[in-house]
Each structure stands twice: as structure tokens, then as C-alpha cells.
């Protein structure tokens, strides 16, 4: 499927996540009165869900998602786990790193574990939203690799949406080829040339500590 692009001039940088959500916003606006489902990625996704779940009255939640560092080098992801167990691995890196089955298995269940204990700590003990039939809007804060939310897209529709839709202000074109065609629609602000990373199309980037999306959550 074709990814749509932004409809009015996006200058870069966003000001911050939250800019960045009204913004993307104003691109959903067609979900508003169709009880949609916007779950956001912890943490920096959360702000920018936050934004859109307020426009198009949207139900807020979250999906966890951990990424699976390599051997030797955690910050190269061999992709994600979500913690209702959605994997998605990125077979070429595995292949070419020649990563065991061993290894796959131990980093997978370590962060499985990571996710559901951030997850019940995000939603205090709460039950996450039924999703059977309805409209999900995945939202994070941007697309680099695009692991954590393919993950996320595999944990959804294992729940029978009726739509899945990801929403995010700025990704890598090669991220979002690749999840366009996993999703029934994909709205990406801009994927700027060269990406360099999430981080730099925005002005403010800081860290999302935990307590501010147990904030967010707590005042949907």
C-alpha cells in the first residue's frame, strides 16, 4: 500500500513530541466518531498518542514493546518482542550474525519478561482495551528500524481489529515501505533524506521517564 503523506508543509524540527501529535492529529481527524483505539509505544510514543487520542477522541493505551539487542552489541536490534509475546525478528541480521536459536530464545524470554512487568506497572494491574473489531491506531514517536512496531503490529492483529493503522511524524523510508505493507494504512508526516535518526527531527528529545506515561495513563 502506498504510505500517505502529510497534506500541508511539515517543517522540521517538530518542537517537541507533543507538536509533533497535534500535528499528526489533524491527519486522523477521518477516526474521530468511530471509537477508535490509540495505543501508544512507551515510552516516547505515549506524549504523541496522548495528542492524537485527545483530538479524534480516541480510547488511550499502550502497547509494550522491547527491542532484542545482538550479541555483543544490545543496541543493534535483531528486532522486538511485545509483552503478549507478538515477536518480529529481522531475519537477514539474524542470518548474517549468525545469532543461535539458543541466544534467540534467552534474549526473547528476558524481555518478554521486561515488557509484561512494565506493562502491568504502565496500566497498574489494569486489563488492556477489547480490540475485536475495532480501528487501531499504532502511534509512536518515529520509525528508525521499524522492530519494536512491527512487533507491535503482529501482537495487534493476533486481537481481530477491524483496522490497523500506524501513525508516526517522521520515519526512515525504508521503515516505512516495510510496515506499509503490513497495515492497512500508514501515515508518516515525512521521512526526510538523509534520516539520521528519530532524535534529530526534533528540536526537544529528552527521555521519557516511566512516571510520565503512569501520568498519561492515569489521566485518560
Known sequence: MPIEAATEAVRLPFADRVAAGR???RRLAQFRGQNPVVLGIP??????????ALAIAGQLDIVV???LGAPFSPELALGAVTADGGRFLNQDLVRDLEVTPEYLEQVTAAQLEEARQRESRFRAGAAGPNLRDRI????????????????AIQAVRAAHPRRVVVAVPVGSSDACQAIAGEVDELI??????PFHSVGAHYERFEAVPD???????RER
Open 211 to 217: 512516571a510520565q506515561v503512569e501520568t498519561i495513563l
Open 65 to 67: 514493546a522491547r527491542k
Open 136 to 151: 487501531v491506531i499504532l502511534v509512536d514517536d518515529g520509525l528508525a528500524t521499524g522492530a519494536t512496531m512491527r512487533a
Open 23 to 25: 500535528m499528526l492529529a
Open 188 to 193: 508518516c508526516l515525512t521521512t526526510p533524506d
Open 43 to 52: 515510552r516516547g510514543g505515549v506524549p504523541v498518542a496522548r495528542e492524537v
